[in-house]
């Protein structure tokens, strides 16, 4: 029989789900130290565990009595040291409960890159002892720029620096354009052959995409973010869903070292913290008619982001968008009517409900409708759904052609950029497109020469646009409906196919959270139904909690059941 003198609380290295217990017990013939890297089997695979505590059996005999399940033993020690830096644990402690991860998926996001390297050398670099955070003297700092300049670049040779991105292939951009002129720049695109260099004392310059965060991240003086304002620095189509820009300002704080953004557009929370910050100047020019598309030579990109034809109608006026008088349903127009695809219903209308006004009119126009217009035509044009649909724009030895797509196509340097359907924006409901579709503005206006914007909207109004006065505009809106970035907001998902039953769970799940809380600044609201009503035949209802502060979702989840999804702030809720 196997000697079980050491009890460990183990946290699996693997994404495991959000309600999944911190930690699961293990015994061991021989002391283990905390932090170091076992081998276990878990749910009949081994895989790696980080030792979170070792007690001597007889500390905790209290605790293992009344288990209702066997402790299995570690299969094996691989590493014998903590191999996890203070600032690691305390940033996966965060990630976990303020982002409704459990902690094994958060310690694997800090882990998981150790799998690509060679644990025995691994170790032996840590076995050096390398000082965290050697100059104790430095001291948190935020500071604004809005280009690059050679001041800039200087300082980032003199430092220890780390240069952030907020997807990829804007760090691949920066690194073939600026390794001549940062000498010691390290692309941290793959661990395995860079290693080394980050555990080495010199003043290198380190460069990655926002989940560079993830990385031992030794003795970083400086560090960078570029397109701070980029939405890309919440990650909205895979999990984890954090917003990276909080993970890098916790780690500058921690390292107590200086944070600087280089932006030509910050983000509002930025402009409302430091209400100096001069508001963003867009140039574009405005047509309405879209045959303005033929009218021009080169290389042009059309961004547009509906992929079928799709049109709603507006009051131009009054921005009043047509509804159903009976369900409140948004009423999409077929044949030259208007109709109501939950009540059945037509309608026929020629003034505007709300002001009277005859100025009705607003047309989405998909990529379906933009590519046939330029085959009929006989122009040419590259349909982008993905990275490898890029490749046939490299091949291509023609200097006038189209390139049509959304987010894949905003950073392609061309001559000219189109932006389809601009006033969907302005004009929707969704009160968050304003300042997303301004940004994609923006990031056209930085790859091209000429950014043609289509839109009906009034000079007036896109003057203000030009001139940078909207953001004020929308800063307010969002503050007197108490939105991001004025508040937190998440938002609880539950589905279920009976409807009366799921609002009734909610309302239960709601009165629940209630006694839980017992805090006056966090505001539940709901139950709502969701955008999309049904996912698998079933219905989606959710409810919204705000908060100013960050909400502990683990700690106020815990207990609670039914949830089947969590979401987070700030474009989709």
């Known amino acids: 029989m196997e000697q079980k003198n050491y009890i460990l609380k183990i946290i699996p290295i693997q994404p495991l ?22 081998e276990i089997n878990f749910r009949g695979k081994n895989i790696p565990g980080y030792t979170w505590d070792s007690r001597k059996i007889s500390e905790v005999k209290f605790i293992i009595k009344n288990l209702d399940y066997q402790i299995k033993p570690i299969k094996n020690i691989l590493i014998e ?7 690691q644990k305390k940033l996966a402690f965060k990630i976990s409960r303020y982002y409704y991860l459990s902690l094994a998926y958060s310690f694997y996001l800090f882990l998981k890159y150790y799998k690509k390297c060679n644990l025995i050398n691994l170790k032996e670099k840590l076995n050096k002892n390398y000082s965290q955070f050697e100059n104790i003297n430095r001291r948190f700092e935020i500071n604004f720029y809005q280009e690059l300049t050679i001041d800039l670049i200087n300082e980032i040779n003199k430092y220890r620096s780390l240069i952030i991105f907020p997807v990829k292939h804007q760090a691949n951009n920066f690194y073939f354009n600026f390794k001549n002129k940062i000498p010691k720049l390290i692309y941290l695109n793959d661990i395995t052959k860079n290693s080394d260099y980050i555990f080495s004392n010199e003043n290198y310059t380190f460069l990655g995409s926002k989940n560079i965060i993830f990385l031992p991240l030794i003795n970083i003086e400086k560090i960078f973010v570029f397109n701070e304002g980029s939405i890309f620095y919440n990650e909205f189509f895979k999990t984890p869903k954090i917003n990276y820009l909080e993970l890098i300002e916790s780690y500058a704080k921690l390292s107590k070292c200086s944070l600087n953004y280089i932006d030509n557009f910050y983000s ?45 109608l507006f009051c131009l006026d009054c921005h009043y968008r047509f509804e159903c008088q009976k369900c409140k349903n948004y009423l999409t127009i077929i044949d030259d009517s208007l109709f109501c695809n939950k009540c059945l219903i037509y309608y026929s209308i020629t003034k505007c409900p709300r002001c ?30 993905s990275e490898l649909d890029l490749k046939k724009i490299k091949n291509s030895k023609n200097n006038d052609y189209f390139i049509i797509g959304n987010w894949q ?49 009034d000079k007036k109004f896109l003057n203000k646009i030009k001139e940078g006065i909207i953001i004020k505009d929308i800063i307010k809106e969002r503050e007197l409906n108490y939105l991001p970035p004025f508040c937190y907001q998440i938002k609880l998902i539950s589905r279920l196919t009976n409807l009366e039953s799921l609002n009734y769970r909610l309302i ?45 979702v683990k700690e106020i989840l815990n207990g609670i059941e039914y949830i089947e999804k969590v979401e987070f702030d700030d474009y989709d809720i």
Do not use: C, W
Not at 17 to 38: A, C
Not at 362 to 381: A, C, D, P
């Open 356 to 385: 009277q006004g005859d100025r009705l009119y607003i047309k989405k126009i998909g990529k379906e409708f933009i590519k046939k217009y330029l085959s009929n035509h006989n122009l040419r044009f590259f349909d982008i759904e």
């Open 81 to 87: 040291k903590d191999i996890l830096l203070d600032y």
């Open 508 to 552: 239960n799940i709601k009165e629940k959270l209630k006694v839980k809380i017992k805090n006056n600044e966090i505001k539940i609201l709901g139950p709502f139904l969701e955008r999309f009503l049904k996912v698998n035949k079933r219905y989606q209802m959710y409810l919204l909690l705000k908060s100013k502060k960050r909400i502990n």
């Open 268 to 312: 509002l929370k930025s402009y409302i913290k430091f209400p100096k910050l001069s508001h963003p100047k867009i140039n574009f020019i405005s047509f309405a008619d879209i045959s303005y598309l033929t009218k021009i030579n080169g290389i042009k990109k059309v961004f547009v982001f509906q992929k079928n034809i799709g049109q709603k």
């Open 17 to 38: 789900p959000p309600n999944s217990p911190d930690f699961f017990l293990y015994f061991s013939p021989i002391k283990v130290e905390n932090g170091s890297l076992v």
């Open 409 to 457: 196509i905003l950073d392609i340097p061309t001559d000219y950029s189109f932006f389809i359907n601009f006033d969907v924006s302005f004009l929707s409901e969704n009160i968050f497109l304003k300042e997303k579709y301004l940004r994609i503005i923006k990031q056209l206006e930085n790859s091209s020469k000429k950014v043609f914007v289509h839109t009906r909207l």
